[in-house]
């Protein structure tokens, strides 16, 4: 991993003519943006629009029909290596405490931030720190999975639903997550339903999906975010 890239570098992302297709059905075709350092794009759209296919492919988790996704300004690091992706589980180990679950994902993503437990003080969930993720609430569950966003540094932040589960005063916290990401360079793309307080966000919105159209297989799921 190249620390100085994924770490310290600002990132520029530009997606070229996107196209997604699952389970033989065109899910989006001709999506192109491109964002610059400190920017957000909310992505919305109905169910079924694509919005964490979107995500998915951005993550490097399933592979576009078509058009490309590529990064500049990040030296040799690999956009998987660029960016943190928060899905609609939470990805976490219920038998671990908060604070063993921030510590392995600190070690696994390298370029250590802050520690977790001042991560999950930002969360309000300072004394969850020695608590296993079993005994927590879904709402407390998700404040942990968003403070891994604080113990590595990545540049991008993929976040599929983020408020999910989130009370008004936790989605103000996140908000202002996402302002200091951004003030420091970072990039925000979020797939919602729901207004997320991101000053200033492009929007994308991905037209409804095809009537009738049901899944005939299953591919690489999205959601199987660490
Ligand atoms: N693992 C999968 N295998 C096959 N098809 C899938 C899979 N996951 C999603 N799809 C299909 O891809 C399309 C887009 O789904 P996706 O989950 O990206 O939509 P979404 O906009 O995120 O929806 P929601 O708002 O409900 O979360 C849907 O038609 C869905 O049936």
């Not at 003519?17 to 920017?39: K, Q, T």
């Not at 392995?104 to 969930?125: D, H, T």
């Not at 989605?171 to 970072?186: D, N, P, S, T």
């Amino acid at each position: 991993m190249s620390g100085r890239a994924s770490g310290g570098g600002l990132l520029r992302l530009s997606v070229e003519d996107l196209a997604c297709r699952r389970s033989g059905r065109r899910v989006f075709a001709g999506l192109s943006f491109a964002l610059g350092p400190g920017e957000a794009l909310a992505v919305t759209g109905r169910n079924g629009a694509g919005k964490s296919s979107l995500l998915a492919i951005l993550a490097g988790r399933l592979r576009p029909d078509a058009g490309r996704v590529a990064v500049a300004d990040v030296g040799e690091a690999a956009l998987p290596e660029c960016l943190h992706a928060v899905g609609h589980r939470d990805g976490l180990k219920a038998a671990l405490t908060a604070g063993e679950n921030l510590a392995f994902a600190q070690a696994l993503l390298g370029v250590p931030r802050i520690a977790p437990r001042p991560a999950l003080e930002r969360l309000g969930l300072g004394h969850a720190h020695d608590l296993p993720v079993a005994y927590l609430s879904a709402g407390q569950r998700r404040r942990v999975a968003l403070a891994r966003l604080l113990v590595c540094h990545r540049p991008l932040w993929l976040l599929d639903e983020p408020t999910a589960a989130l009370d008004t005063a936790s989605q103000g916290l996140l908000a202002g997550l996402m302002a200091e990401h951004r003030a420091a360079g970072g990039l925000v793309v979020a797939a919602t339903h729901q207004a997320l307080g991101l000053e200033d966000a492009r929007t994308l919105a991905l037209a409804a999906p095809e009537p009738g159209a049901a899944p005939s297989s299953v591919d690489a799921d999205p959601e199987d975010w660490a």
